[in-house]
């Protein structure tokens, strides 16, 4: 009954969470007179993704730098080929033209971040340069995109709406642990075998802030802060829980990772970016290909042919 109860409250936390988190970062959008693919693309992946950063960074400070790893690629595949994909078959995600830049910018550090994991290892000086890349990134967008400066008719105060944003990511964060934990519990006691609670409940997981602020956001018709949002998060995955986690403890990169993981991952980037690139749009068509890859990649999960450190 307990677990029962702290399910519910997770799931509220979690459903109003969003729906605050969605709205506070439209407000900010307006109020900065830019798009708001821009603002999810920062500040929402931001307020979503930081407790992964801190939580890898702690892992890899107590020799466990590989469960970043498997976090941050784990993470990215699930954040496109599960919550993307689940949010497009709901409704077609027709976003802004920047979009699809940034699809490409992601994928392009993804694949620098394969690159690196070649010789066996992300070392310190890889993770620098990962976290640089992020900086370099931020820079890129503040001077081609972002005006700090606030539009006439703006209401409000901005400051006031990054806090409820990040405090909203904080609700939703929150639920998502109690979601995820009692779930679990419930599970266990229903006697579902372990594998099957590891391949949904627990993988899964991680990336239930995105999915929820994603769902929520598709519902609510603002598509650009669903397909922003997923794409920031992965990009702060890629670049700087990994390097946060190597510069503190290299990692050595366990080989499903390198030839498996990463490649299906680089995979649903590619069909991605291209559907972007195309029309600006992340269709039904796309988001059935993204699910059978994801199905695929939870068989060879199952199989026993892949293994992320968790």
């Known amino acids: 009954m307990i677990e029962i109860i702290a399910f519910i409250v997770g799931l509220a936390l979690l459903i ?61 595949l699930a954040n496109i080929a599960l919550i993307l994909a689940v949010s497009a078959m709901i409704m077609p995600l027709k976003v802004d033209k920047i979009a699809s830049e940034n699809s490409l910018i992601m994928l392009g550090v993804s694949i620098y ?38 539009v006439e008719g703006g209401n409000g105060s901005v400051a006031k709406e990054v806090l409820i944003l990040f405090l909203s990511g904080g609700m939703v964060i929150a639920g998502a642990e109690l979601v995820v934990d009692s779930a679990v519990k419930i599970a266990r006691a229903m006697g579902i075998p372990e594998v099957v609670i590891g391949v949904t409940l627990v993988s899964i997981g991680t990336s239930l802030p995105e999915l929820a602020n994603s769902l929520t956001a598709t519902l609510k018709k603002i598509p650009n802060v669903s397909v922003g949002n997923i794409i920031g998060a992965n990009i702060l995955d890629i670049l700087m829980v990994i390097g946060i986690a190597s510069v503190i403890r290299p990692i050595t990169v366990d080989e499903s990772i390198m030839k498996v993981v990463m490649p299906i991952t680089l995979g649903v980037m590619l069909v991605l970016t291209v559907s972007l690139f195309r029309n600006h749009k992340v269709g039904r068509k796309t988001a059935i ?22």
Do not use: C
């Open 289 to 310: 290909v993204l699910l059978l890859i994801y199905g695929y990649f939870l068989y060879l999960l199952t199989q026993g042919k892949v293994y992320i450190p968790a």
């Open 113 to 150: 971040a394969w690159f690196l994991m070649s010789d066996g290892v992300i070392s310190r000086v890889d993770g620098i340069t990962l976290i640089l890349l992020y900086f370099l990134f931020l820079g890129y967008l503040y001077k081609k995109h972002i005006t700090l400066e606030e």
């Open 16 to 76: 109003k969470g969003s729906d605050i988190f969605v709205e506070a970062a439209t407000r900010i959008a307006k109020a900065f007179g830019v798009s708001e693919f821009l603002i999810a693309l920062v500040l929402a992946s931001i307020a979503t993704t930081l407790p992964e950063v801190t939580v890898s960074a702690i892992s890899s400070y107590k020799g466990n730098s590989g469960i970043a790893l498997g976090n941050a690629v784990g993470s990215a």
